[in-house]
């Protein structure tokens, strides 16, 4: 089955407001990524965390590896962010494995 | 950050004809990946590669895929022969240790 469940597949929220984004791991994890995908299709690392907490700008990310979810907040939203947001978690074998994905839409 | 490209940025091939994708990893890094994307869904992975190997692979590695990297230049994605369902963007990544860089996706269509 899947390994890496990501919600919600898609969210809306208007500017200046903020979320969360969450995975769960049915298997333990060494460590997760978090990318954004833009409207080109590229993908731009966020975060990668091998444990605990990192934050840049008005992005936070937490990766617990004992309870086997890492989430992304966003705060502030702005309509740049809009995207598409993906987790990837690494199982200890080089592979990772990425989430079904967030639709993210930033209102004005 | 550190960049990792990729060549052709869009690709469009007919059914049973050969591709190469190229992807130019990071100078230093020494793990390299594929994935692949059909279009609205999600990344899925396809193979890694290191020290001149492939060190796994995925069920959607198929038999008409091969990577390799000779003497260090691009990391390379043949297909050979192609087929209508191998059409997607194929993203390249490399990786020193954990983080993986990811490159900014080759599409492929196959007609």
Known sequence: GDQVEQSPSALSLHEGTGSALRCNFTTTMRAVQWFQQNSRGSLINLFYLASGTKENGRLKSTFNSKESYSTLHIRDAQLEDSGTYFCAAEAGNEKITFGAGTKLTIKP | ?111
């Open chain 2, 1 to 111: 950050g550190p960049k990792v490209l990729q060549i052709p940025s869009h690709q469009i091939i007919d059914m049973g004809q050969m591709v190469t994708l190229n992807c130019d990893p990071v100078s230093n890094h020494l793990y390299f990946y594929w994935y692949k994307q059909i279009l609205g869904q999600q990344m899925e992975f396809l193979v890694n590669f290191y020290n001149g190997k492939v060190m796994e692979k995925s069920k959607l590695f198929k038999d008409q895929f091969s990577v390799e990297r000779p003497d260090g230049s691009y990391f390379t994605l043949k297909i050979q022969p192609t087929a209508l369902e191998d059409s997607a963007v194929y993203f390249c990544a490399s990786s020193l240790l954990d983080e993986q860089y990811f490159g900014p996706g080759t599409r492929l269509t196959v007609l």
